[in-house]
């Protein structure tokens, strides 16, 4: 075998330009631009790569080709760009790897997928790549246009800014209202006691501070109380469904504070190491052969702090069609371990956070459900009713294996509650007035952002609910985290903390824009179309026609609208930083972002471009704020390779940090 690589995306789709010359200014009358058919171009980065498969192609002595793209949509778009692009006719057959262990590749080797396996696949892909192609030059160039000022517009990423945009509008459309609530403590004797919240009919809180002061005034001290009704309900609590990459991606950010692409890129490492299955999946479920080899599995934890439970494990067989369904499994499995043992130690701690949180989660799926008792006590006092709840966990199962953990203490806030029975009789130690107010919505971070991505903005907690909308979603599990990262880049929103924090061009973009571009249920619609097509159960050719006649429509209404030109004068001017020089503010310029003193003759400039790379407002902010940035990934050297590095201010000056190499 000759083995060799596509580095990521060798070609592009071409730009208009390259269809016609006169393509390359921007006016709204040659809109729209709809290629038939599309053209390809080699990405300059990589020329050198592309000529290499070039001639491996042309080798006589190659006369059988193995596409080991990666295993989902874009993999197979980069393998059918470019064998088209190099015209191969030479037969191919498709590598699909789920996990990179020498067995699995060995596995995978011996059950190739022919070509006709995943052609409706590479049907997808390249809708995907053209659709986004034609609504985003469309609608980029359209609004950009017709408003003066340079917006980006995306099929997915401008829906997704807008739900962010939404979220914001209510908070700063929200009036806090006060109520008051009225708690009491009971006691049984002088050790046991008890809170209990008022309540009447289905209120438990009070919007007249008059009406709650007059019902605290009855609430004497020592006044008698009686337990009027008791419930005791025993449940069982079923382990939580496996990871998918979405799910994981949310965790993660609760847990640890990582970022989308963090997780992601963790996990990618995780799974070149051998030690995880394929990452970029929406599967909850394993197959029946999968599952098969959990024993293997489950034996390669036993030097982690996951090995004494793991020993305990009698049965290793899983059945329970809530975690094993091949019908519920298209391209990839849920993610789990593989059967490499870890070596934890030379692996960094992130690295561990997300191997073990995998790996426990996997393990839980053994265990027995947690037995739980809640109980609801009704007090009467004074006539007044109060309810008190509690939580009891009888038996821990799978909560075991949490046992110390954030989620463990979690468990804990729940008050548990002496023993007591029906009508028995207590008195009230001490009755409070609560003042509270209605609270806003709160910011999206970015778990609460990728749950409604997947969700297409719409709430859903339900678990098999969320199943069944599986599909109609914003962006895939493998291209949520890009599109949160590009929202950043183009400085639509910030993070602030935990938060995603829209800017005011932002909310500018959604302001201005048409309201089927900002639709989630629409682009989630269009999503649930490419995995249908994937199955073969929606042409190609019908999706194409849908976007092309979406894209005239929107091309035909700017047009009927007389341009409107934003006048940045008329915007306050944004004060990014206090210049580390002089001490004056640092605002946005052309070019780039400079010191508001330059007239008195400081020269401290942040260029918008730096080596090819965009530099955002979070990135100025940062700068200015700390004097370095995180490590920025894309510079472009004088040689045109790739590197990344960490900005840094010193004396004024923008220097790169390359750090130890």
């Known amino acids: 075998m000759i083995i060799t690589w596509a580095v990521g995306h060798l070609l592009e789709l071409a730009a208009p330009q390259d269809y016609d010359p006169q393509l390359k200014r921007w006016n709204i009358y040659t809109l729209p631009i709809l290629p038939d058919p599309f053209q390809l171009k080699p990405k300059e980065s990589t020329r050198k790569q592309l000529k290499i498969i070039e001639g491996l192609l042309a080798r006589q002595d190659v006369d059988r080709l193995i596409n080991g793209c990666d295993s989902a949509r874009e993999g197979e778009l980069i393998w059918t760009y470019l064998t088209r692009f190099l015209g191969n006719s030479k037969p191919f057959d498709r590598l699909w790897l789920s996990e990179t262990t020498p067995a699995a590749i060995r596995t995978a080797f011996s059950n190739l997928r022919s070509s006709s396996e995943v052609a409706n696949l590479a049907q997808a892909a390249i809708s995907r790549s053209q659709a986004d192609w034609i609504v985003g030059i469309n609608a980029t160039r359209g609004f950009t246009v017709q408003h003066g000022d340079k917006l980006t517009v995306g099929r997915v990423q401008t829906p997704t800014l807008a739900l962010i945009v939404n979220r914001e509008r209510e908070i700063e ?36 501070q008059a009406q709650a002061q007059t019902v605290l005034t009855t609430m004497a001290p020592g006044s008698p109380a009686v337990i009027s009704s008791m419930e005791k309900k025993e449940s069982k609590e079923s382990s939580p469904q496996l990871f998918n990459l979405n799910d994981l991606q949310k965790e993660c950010n609760k847990k640890y504070g990582f970022t989308a692409e963090q997780t992601l890129n963790i996990a990618q490492k995780l799974y070149e190491a051998h030690l995880l299955t394929y990452p970029r999946t929406d599967s909850r479920h394993l197959t ?18 996951l090995g004494s439970i793991v020993n305990t494990i009698s049965s290793r067989v899983v059945k329970d069609k809530r975690f094993v369904d ?14 490499a043992a870890p070596k934890l130690d030379t692996l960094n701690k992130q690295q561990q956070q997300v191997y073990l949180l995998i790996a426990r989660r996997m ?7 947690a037995r739980i008792q809640k109980t609801t006590i009704i007090t009467t006092c004074q006539e007044e009713t109060f309810i008190s709840k509690g939580k009891v966990i009888l038996a821990p199962g799978w909560k075991a294996l949490y046992a110390g953990t954030t989620a463990d203490q979690e468990e804990e806030s729940e008050p548990t509650l002496p023993i007591v029975s029906n009508k028995q009789k207590l008195h009230l130690e001490k009755a409070e007035l609560l003042v509270k107010e209605t609270k806003p919505p709160r910011r999206y971070t970015e778990a609460d952002l990728l749950s409604a991505m997947e969700n297409a903005g719409r709430k859903i907690e339900d678990e098999e609910l969320r199943e069944a909308m599986a599909g109609k979603g914003l962006g895939t599990p493998a291209t949520r985290a890009a599109i ?30 048409t309201s089927e571009l900002k639709d989630p249920e629409l682009t989630a619609e269009w999503e649930r179309k490419l995995l249908d097509m994937e199955q073969g159960r929606f042409p190609r050719k019908v999706f194409m026609q849908e976007i092309q006649q979406f894209t005239m429509d929107l091309i035909d209404r700017l047009k009927g609208k007389r341009p409107v030109k934003r006048n940045p004068s008329t915007d306050a001017v944004k004060n990014f930083g206090k210049c580390p020089l002089c001490g004056k503010p640092v605002i946005e310029g052309k070019r780039g972002y400079g010191c508001s003193g330059w007239r008195q003759g400081c020269k401290l400039v942040i260029w918008k471009e730096i080596a090819g790379r965009k530099i955002s407002e979070v990135l100025v902010t940062k700068l200015l704020k700390d004097g370095r940035t995180e490590q920025i990934k894309g510079f472009l050297s004088e040689e045109g390779t790739r590197f990344d590095a960490i900005l840094k201010l010193q004396d004024g000056i923008v220097e790169f940090d390359l750090g130890k190499k």
């Open 173 to 208: 459309n929200f009036t806090p209202r006060p109520y008051w609530e009225i708690e009491g403590v009971f006691c049984l004797d002088t050790e046991k006691s008890y809170k209990g919240k008022w309540f009447r009919n289905k209120e438990d809180r009070f919007t007249d």
């Open 288 to 305: 029946q052969a999968m599952a098969a080899t959990m024993p293997a599995r489950l034996d390669a934890l036993q030097e982690t702090e």
């Open 326 to 339: 091949d019908s519920k499994v298209t391209d990839h499995t849920a993610i789990i371990v593989t059967d």
């Open 363 to 369: 393990v839980a799926i053994f265990l027995p459900p």
């Open 484 to 513: 949160i990262e590009k929202l950043i880049s183009t400085a639509y929103i910030e993070r602030q903390k935990k938060n995603l924090v829209p800017t005011d061009k932002g909310k500018y973009l959604i302001d201005i824009m």
